[in-house]
């Protein structure tokens, strides 16, 4: 799961890099254009306000992708908040199963968990044995409270 959420951070930071250099290629194309622009002075004007106009639509895509850079700032810091977390349930249950298996034996903690009110077949998977072994030392109890 981690590594899917790393990957998916990885490829947004990428495409995000890739538009705005690919907007600052285009803003120099753009600038090159309009300083060597010959030809009469209706033409340099034509060419000047065609330029304004696509540089005020980049200002807008700029401005659109800061936001969105924001956006994919906070979506980063929450999945990183997010894997933090799991890193410490995970690490918080590998301590808790370690344990469980050297604090006490396997038949005291199926007899633990039967006390709780788990089923056989549930007591099995969380200890993962066979069902039969955790059925015998179910049994085992039930001849010892006798």
Known sequence: MEYWVLGQMGLELLLIFLIVFFLFKLRAVSRMMAASSPGSRSEEGEETARLTAALATLEEQRTAL?????????RASYLQKQLTLMEANAQRHSTTAAMGDSGASLRAQVERLYRQGFPPEEIARRL????????????LLRVQAE
């Not at 800061?66 to 906070?74: I, N, R, T, W």
């Open 66 to 74: 800061e936001d969105l850079m924001g956006e994919l700032a906070k």
């Open 128 to 139: 993962q044995m066979n069902l039969a072994e955790v059925k015998v030392a179910l049994d």
